[in-house]
């Protein structure tokens, strides 16, 4: 896929009068697409998370281009939404083979490598596709080696790469977020508290993030500022396993009050 598969939500309305104006034909034919028009049509509902009829039109773009890159790359997507790893895996690879530089796949099957634990090939992967110049999105690479890092427990490695993706993408909360959880593991709690901000300063409804600013505000003693952090997880997101440990702390928070 070209661009962030977010973007090709623009194209759904587009595509849907596409496929109104092309129902029926003069001669009453059965509409027939392009294999442009397939694929965007299958892109937009992957990006509308309908993976069922995502995968149906990118079987019959495969039909016109089998030996389409992008078509494979999308195929990996949608097996991997759709719960499929081993499928998902198998298509990143066969992108790959079609195009070797292609970077999005590249960084793709690193995170499908890192989730089977396989640390070499997941670094090989991420490594691959930072090499490639052209790489529109190289702060999503440099984020998912410094979540292969942390995850072997290599915490200055991590941060280092998690710093690099946000140097060149500055508005890239969850990268600030790997950045303040590793600052307070490391006891830099000022530094923690800023870089969650900074996480909350581009998606203010990040609630691990406010979690966080509410657990360094308990340990600082600082109750009002604490208790405002965990409401906030608790309204923005009630149901979460955030909300069960907001709710944990707001409870010792209501006890030590009482105490008092």
Not at 207 to 225: T, W
Request: with cysteine.
């Amino acid at each position: 896929m070209q661009s962030n598969i977010r973007a090709v939500v623009l194209w759904a309305g587009c595509l849907m009068l596409i496929a109104a104006c092309a129902t029926v034909g003069k001669t009453g034919e059965k509409p027939k697409f392009s294999f442009e028009q397939l694929q965007k049509m299958a892109e937009s509902y992957l990006a509308a998370g309908d993976t069922g009829l995502a995968l149906q039109y990118l079987t019959k773009a495969e039909k016109m281009k089998p030996d389409d890159p992008v078509i494979q790359y999308d195929f990996g997507l949608a097996y991997g939404a759709r719960g499929l790893p081993d499928e998902a895996l198998a298509r990143f690879e066969k992108a790959l083979e079609l195009k070797p530089d292609y970077a999005e796949a590249a960084n793709a099957l690193g995170v499908m490598y890192a989730e089977r634990d396989q640390f070499d090939k997941a670094l090989a992967a991420f490594k691959k596709a930072l090499a490639n110049p052209f790489y529109q999105t190289p702060y999503n690479a440099m984020y998912n080696l410094g979540r292969l890092y942390e995850k072997r427990g290599d915490l200055q490695t991590a941060l280092q790469n998690y710093q690099q993706a946000v140097r060149i993408r500055a508005a890239y909360p969850p990268a600030y977020l790997r950045i303040g959880i590793i600052q307070q593991q490391l006891g830099q709690h000022a530094e923690a508290m800023q870089s969650f901000e900074k996480a909350l300063q581009y998606n203010p409804n990040l609630v691990e993030a406010l979690l966080h600013i509410g657990v360094l505000h308990y340990e600082a003693g600082e109750a009002d500022d604490a208790r405002d952090a965990f409401s906030q997880v608790v309204r923005l997101s009630p149901d979460s396993d955030y909300a069960a440990e907001a709710h944990r702390y707001l409870q010792m928070l209501s006890a030590a009050r009482g105490t008092q």
